[in-house]
């Protein structure tokens, strides 16, 4: 009796245990930037972020113009007392009209993705709370905040994430949520957060106020992952995006190929060639490419002579690249524009 009665409880135990053990990989992959995580939630320092400010206008910032502070404060963010957050002060003077701004720029981070492998989902979160009732009262005051992410790997690019929008004024703290296109982020380049607060003011008295900011978060989630470059079908497409315009001379074509920075810590191992159509014969030699994670180089090919008048008089040509990332392999061919020389 007594083991009957134990067999189904001692399955229903193993049942849940292996559901248990199955739970984390089942689960959607996450990573959130910036870091540490003192740089989203400045719980008791402030992370790491960088403060400026800028001018324009017939401004001379704290004789005809209101100075503008960033501060970290280190109680009375979303947490409460003991939880810090980041704040922009703009003083009272009476001035001319100007544009005054207040820029906090967060650490440099690498962006892997959701855990490696390119996101499903990708999106910024910021709190904000604000005492500016008075300043914004005044005729043709204003106050509002972008937030960009900069690409550093590629010169400071940005992607506007909040464009100019409306600062307002809110005592409580408010949270706002946008989704930011996955494929816009390169993997494995460095980015950095950037928060711009703008005040526009007249030649009238300008009251002070502040604008604080929390919980400053890009959150990156996948079907779940590690795979270096995402799926197979991400990896075809970065490795696409990767070669550039084919530069054609009497001599033959050069083109940059680049390898994603996805495939860290791997490598790409390339083999490159020209064709005239997408399933024609080889029209240069092959040529083969060790490029690292986020490295491109300048490819070139010899044209092979019989087909050196036929490829002078095309406007596109087909550029085929087989490419072994680790224990996986990708077959890329891709039609680019010809700049003839």
Not at 224 to 237: A, V
Request: net charge positive.
């Amino acid at each position: 009796m007594h083991s009957k009665i134990r067999t189904p409880a001692l399955l229903a135990l193993a049942g849940a245990a292996i559901i248990a053990l199955a739970a984390p990989q089942l689960a959607g992959a996450a990573s959130s930037y910036p870091n540490p995580s003192d740089a989203r939630s400045f719980g008791t320092t402030d992370g790491g972020w960088h403060s400026s400010t800028s001018f324009a206008g017939l401004c001379i910032p704290a004789v005809n113009c209101p100075t503008v502070t960033n501060e970290y404060v280190a109680d009375g963010g979303t947490g409460g007392q003991g939880d810090g957050y980041l704040r922009t002060r703009i003083g009272s003077l009476l001035g001319v009209g100007a544009t005054s701004r207040g820029i906090y720029t967060s650490p440099a981070f690498t962006y892997t993705g959701a855990n490696g492998a390119q996101p499903s989902s990708l999106t910024f979160g910021v709190a904000r709370r604000s005492t500016l009732g008075q300043l914004l009262a005044v005729a043709s005051n204003s106050a509002d905040y972008s937030v960009d992410l900069v690409d550093i790997t590629q010169g400071g690019n940005a992607a506007s994430v909040i464009d100019n929008e409306p600062i307002g004024d809110q005592n409580s703290w408010v949270a706002k949520s946008v989704s930011v296109a996955p494929g816009s982020l390169t993997l494995g380049d460095q980015y950095r957060v950037r928060i711009t607060s703008e005040f526009e003011t007249g030649v009238q008295v300008v009251p002070g106020g502040s604008v604080g900011y929390d919980d400053v978060v890009l959150s990156a989630t996948g079907d779940g992952g590690g795979n270096p470059g995402g799926g197979q079908h991400s990896l075809r497409h970065r490795i696409r995006d990767g070669i550039g315009a084919a530069h054609l001379t009497r001599h033959g074509l050069t083109f940059k190929a680049r390898c994603p920075g996805a495939v860290r810590p791997h490598k790409c191992a390339m083999k490159l060639s020209a064709r005239l159509s997408k399933k024609g014969h080889r029209i240069t030699n092959t040529r083969k490419a060790r490029l690292g994670a986020a490295k491109h180089r300048r490819i070139r090919l010899h044209l092979k002579h019989r087909y050196a008048k036929r490829a002078h008089h095309r406007k596109r040509i087909w550029i085929k690249a087989n490419v072994r990332v680790g224990h996986r392999h990708a077959h890329v061919v891709k039609s680019v524009r010809i700049v003839k020389h």
